[in-house]
């Protein structure tokens, strides 16, 4: 069964500061990976798709890879600033069910950007 | 605007009381989902439809009906026989494409609380 981790569950930043957030899967056979923002009572946007065939997307100061053989994903954010502050979740589309876009969610990560 | 509209933004339950979640949206899109997500824990799909007239049970649909008679809704009944329905709701659509690029777009969520 796939299952999706995230760490740190919460960190605390420095405006300026470029930061890193991990996301790893437990099976390799995957449609794509999704990295999404999460506002507190707010639904979720998305932020970086990369295909199964893919290495990394770009998004102005944001930049995800996927390293699908060994299960990992990253979320690069340069410079931050305190307008990031949010919770960070990533999502794989399981390559099992590839007629439906069912995704499994990690459990996200909680940045605090401080000015 | 063209996007998914959940209401009510918040909701109330009492003991043994059923209440229907709405979820609409203007996109278009063959694709509807309904995930529930509880704190500090990631999205866990309940139910999800490719097509009008036809729905799937999701990962944790006990407790829970939907149905689907228009393209544009999906609403979300929890029965009093959920007995932990507090939780933050989010309904999300997709086109159907059957893309590996496919995103999934979220409405903006229901706070559900018991009473």
């Known amino acids: 069964k796939q299952e999706v981790t995230q760490i740190p569950a919460a960190l605390s930043v420095p405006e300026g500061e470029n930061l890193v957030l991990n996301c790893s899967f437990t099976d390799s056979a995957i449609y794509n990976l999704q990295w999404f923002r999460q506002d507190p009572g707010k639904g979720l946007t998305s932020l970086l798709l990369i295909q199964s065939s893919q290495r990394e997307q770009t998004s102005g100061r944001l930049n995800a890879s996927l390293d699908k053989s060994s299960g990992r994903s990253t979320l690069y954010i340069a410079a931050s600033q305190p307008g990031d502050s949010a919770t960070y979740l990533c999502?794989?589309?399981?390559?099992?069910?590839?007629?439906?876009?069912?995704?499994?969610f990690g459990t996200g990560t909680l940045l605090a950007v401080q000015p | 605007d063209g996007g998914i509209t959940q209401s009510p933004k918040y909701l109330f339950r009492k003991e043994g009381q059923n209440v229907t979640l709405s979820c609409e949206q203007n996109l278009n899109h063959d694709a509807m989902y309904w995930y529930r997500q509880d704190p500090g824990q990631g999205l866990r799909l309940i139910y999800y439809s490719q097509i009008v007239n036809d729905f799937q049970k999701g990962d944790i649909a006990e407790g829970y009906s939907v149905s689907r008679e228009k393209k544009e809704s999906f609403p979300l009944t929890v029965t009093s026989a959920q007995k932990n329905p507090t939780a933050f709701y989010l309904c999300?659509?997709?086109?159907?494409?059957?893309?590996?690029?496919?995103?999934?777009?979220f409405g903006s969520g229901t706070q559900l609380s018991v009473l």
């Open positions: 999300a659509s997709s086109p159907r494409t059957g893309a590996t690029n496919e995103k999934l777009f």
């Open positions: 999502a794989v589309r399981p390559g099992q069910d590839g007629a439906t876009n069912k995704l499994i």
